[in-house]
Nanobody, 129 residues
Framework: VQLQASGGGLVPPGGSLRLSCAAS????????IGWFRQTPGKEREGVSLINTADGSTYYADSVKGRFTISRDKNTIYLQMNSLKPEDTDRYYC?????????????????????????WGKGTLVTVSS
C-alpha cells in the first residue's frame, strides 16, 4: 500500500491549488481516504475525507465551501480555492478500510495521525503574497 501526495506549491492569498494523492499497490474501492495537514510543533489534523464506497464527503469547518475532495479511479484530489495564509501547512493523504468513529466524522478536524492506517509523504502548501 503506497500513497503519494503531490501538487503543493506557493500561491498568493485567494489563489487555488489542486493536490493529488495517487494510490499504488491496492484499489481505493471501499476505503476512507483523508487529507490532513500539519504545522511544525502541532498535531496533524483532518481537513477532508471521502468514503469511496458511497462517495460521501466530509470537511473541516475551516475549509467548507473552499475545498473539494474527489476521486478519479485510483487518485484522490483536493481542490483548494480561496486559499488563506492560515492554510499554509504540509498536507498528507491517508487511507483506512475502517470507518472513523461517528464523533470524528461529525468533526473531521479532530481526526489525527492515529485515526488512519496508511500514510503518504506530505506536500507543502504555502499561501503568501
Amino acid at each position: 500500500v503506497q500513497l503519494q501526495a503531490s501538487g503543493g506549491g506557493l500561491v498568493p492569498p485567494g489563489g487555488s491549488l489542486r493536490l493529488s494523492c495517487a494510490a499504488s499497490g491496492f484499489s481505493l474501492d471501499r476505503y476512507f481516504i483523508g487529507w490532513f495537514r500539519q504545522t511544525p510543533g502541532k498535531e496533524r489534523e483532518g481537513v477532508s475525507l471521502i468514503n469511496t464506497a458511497d462517495g460521501s464527503t466530509y470537511y473541516a469547518d475551516s475549509v467548507k465551501g473552499r475545498f473539494t475532495i474527489s476521486r478519479d479511479k485510483n487518485t484522490i484530489y483536493l481542490q483548494m480555492n480561496s486559499l488563506k495564509p492560515e492554510d499554509t501547512d504540509r498536507y498528507y493523504c491517508a487511507a483506512d478500510r475502517r470507518p472513523p468513529k461517528q464523533e470524528k466524522l461529525d468533526n473531521i478536524a479532530t481526526m489525527t495521525y492515529y485515526d488512519m492506517d496508511y500514510w503518504g509523504k506530505g506536500t507543502l502548501v504555502t499561501v503568501s503574497s
